[in-house]
């Protein structure tokens, strides 16, 4: 656990995750949010932490910190197959910057990652010691990332790979599947990649969790069970409808018929067993933790 005054600094502050973790930090504990660009609500200045110096000038100026919990990233899975090198300088070289300078401080870092460093041929779900193998630009430039870290702050640093991310704030899959289903009459949606959508409202609380009392490696955070996109196209679209409402059609297609630059792992579902000993439980099943922030989002369908 977190013993004394806690000074914690949350990166990608204004993202859909780092808005939630900076919500969710325990009582006592201070946290510093912030993001490439100053403001939208993020109370410290806007860094680029690609940039040494800038980072050194961070921790001096808003330190000294007790942990950090690392959420920014270059997330435009399909963009970065055109801009590897951008990417690659976010995810990757970002994250060795940052674990350094962890390092120098002597303090944790939580960096979180993703299930596409997996390939998605595994027939059971995701275990931390799998072979990563990932099939896209992004997931190879997360992958550096990850190795960096553990190879910058060995002792200190917790990988946190996650997945199929929504919440409060930010654009995601469920809210533009709502939008899309009160303009169109049909709606096609990928039926044959599985993984398990996960609320930022479940991960955000359980990666402090990790900061407190995680030992140094790789876990993996996903709400339970798993579906496809169009199970939760189907779930996220038909909650809070009244019976016989018009709803668009939903039908499912596969990845052939839907080609995106990027290629996805066809199955990511992620073994959580190490975060569910650690916290003594698992996260949400998916379609409670869905329909917990459908109701809180007060969301019209
Ligand atoms: N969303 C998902 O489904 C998903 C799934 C698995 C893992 N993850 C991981 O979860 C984490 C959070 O994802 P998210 O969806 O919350 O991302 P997000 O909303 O895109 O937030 C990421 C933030 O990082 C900032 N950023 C980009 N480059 C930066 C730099 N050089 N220095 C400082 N900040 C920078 C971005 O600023 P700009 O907007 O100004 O660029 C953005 O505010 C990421 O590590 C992501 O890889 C996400």
Redesign the pocket.
Known sequence: MLVGAQRVLV????????SQVLLSAPDGTTAVG????EGAGVPAV?????EREQVAVLFEEQGPFTGVI??????AVDGAEEEEELAL???GL?CGVLAGACAEAGVPLV??????VFDGTSRRPYRVDDPPNPLSA?GRT?LAGERAALEAHPTGTRIV???????PR?R?FPGTMRALAAEREELSVVDDQVGSP?S?LELAPALWDVLASGAPGIYHAACEGSCTWYDLAVAAVEAGLPEGADRARIVPCTTAEFPRPAHRPPYSVLDCSGLTRLRGRSLSPWREALMTYLGDSGEEA
């Open positions: 990166t990608g502050g204004a993202g859909m995750l780092g912030t993001d490439l660009v806007g860094v680029d932490l690609a690392h959420t920014a990233a270059y997330t300088r976010v995810n970002a960096a979180v990652g993703t299930d596409f992004y997360k790979r996650t997945q199929w991310l929504y919440g930010g995601h996960t930022t």
